[in-house]
């Protein structure tokens, strides 16, 4: 008989369209075979849920250390994207003398059928990290560093930070929590979690942004 238990998230009711997102996922190199299955999990929810792949972007950095930095960055970066992917509202019109060279248009119209990647902020970022406890005080300093930092960046951003970062104490947890695990049981891979939660708050943000909730239960 299979131990009971009450965890797990409860599957959401309302199928989730995607297709309009444009996420990041910034991820550690550190344990990479975790890492690898974590991250191809992630990118086959997302796309599952209709991400289109030219909209998915992924980033490495070392250690999940450096993972805050990296994401606050994404964040910023995908805005000056957007400043500069924006039309010249002017058409292109010159003001200088008769002699001046015209000015170059930008916003040029991509050819048609053509599904240029979007220059849009990004909707979401999922930071995916392995913590494996040694024997020092290491794990401990650089787990509660790093989900305060994240935390604390999508309050500062009101973007979405998906906390991807597995925080376990032997390698055998890291396989299992990435549906690779050594026995019979392979366990369940996170990463799927992860992508789906990326396109729920995504939707749900751009929702409470524009002042619209969900219909409360009488």
Not at 16 to 27: K, M, P, Q, T
Not at 97 to 125: E, L, M, Q, Y
Request: neutral net charge.
């Amino acid at each position: 008989m299979s131990d009971p238990t009450i965890k797990g998230i409860e599957p959401s009711g309302v199928k989730y369209d995607g297709s309009s997102l444009r996420v990041a996922i910034v991820h550690a190199r550190w344990n990479k075979i975790v890492i690898d299955a974590l991250l191809s999990g992630t990118i086959n929810k997302l796309k599952e849920f209709g991400v289109k792949e030219h909209n998915i972007i992924v980033e490495s950095v070392p250690g999940s250390f450096e993972l805050p930095l990296a994401c606050s960055r994404m964040i910023a970066g995908s805005h000056v994207q957007e400043a500069a992917s924006m039309p010249d509202l002017l058409g292109g019109l010159s003001f200088g003398g008769a002699n001046s060279p015209p000015a170059a248009r930008s916003g040029t119209p991509a050819p048609a059928g053509a599904a240029p990647p979007s220059k849009a902020p990004f909707d979401a970022v999922i930071a995916i990290g392995v913590l494996i406890k040694g024997s020092t005080m290491h794990f401990e300093y650089i787990c509660d560093s790093v989900s305060h930092a994240l935390m604390k960046l999508q309050m500062d951003t009101s973007v979405p930070v998906i906390f991807g970062v597995l925080t376990v104490l032997t390698e055998d947890q890291a396989l299992e929590r990435a549906g690779i695990g050594r026995g019979v049981s392979k366990g369940h891979n996170h990463g799927e979690d992860w992508g789906a939660a990326a396109v729920e708050m995504s939707l749900h943000a751009r929702r409470w942004k524009e002042g619209k909730f969900a219909t409360q239960a009488v």
